[in-house]
């Protein structure tokens, strides 16, 4: 009986570890609820990209983002961190200054990340 018991023991510790992390895993798997949109600004003393993100849900969403930029420089990041924002449902956050084959990546807590490149 003991024997069975210490076999058996590896697949309860598995079977709690699912049952404890399974919810958050699903959580973070769920698209992030907002809606991009480039627009070129036409300017011509800085990069001309601009991107808007729409929160569609329906609760505030704390938005953070990662640029990494296509084009950079030997003694620059090659990536440029957007303070996290409180977004408003319904309302819309803007990250400027963006450059063509930028890669911008946007996360908020409980969402996957949403990965946006410039074209």
């Known amino acids: 009986m003991k024997n069975l018991a210490l076999k058996l023991l590896p697949g309860a510790a598995l079977l709690t570890l699912a049952l404890v992390f399974a919810p958050a895993a699903r959580a973070a798997d769920q698209a992030l609820p907002v809606t991009p949109t480039i627009e070129n ?3 011509m003393d800085h990069p001309p990209f601009v991107l808007k993100l729409k929160n569609d849900s329906k609760m505030t969403l704390k938005l953070s983002a990662t640029v990494q930029l296509s084009v950079v ?3 620059a990041d090659k990536a440029r961190m957007v303070p996290a924002q409180d977004v408003a449902a319904g309302a819309t956050m803007t990250i400027a200054d963006l450059a063509a084959m930028d890669k911008v990546t946007v996360k908020a807590e409980g969402y996957a990340p949403l990965e946006i490149e410039i074209k």
């Open 73 to 75: 420089a030997h003694n």
């Open 41 to 43: 600004t036409k300017a």
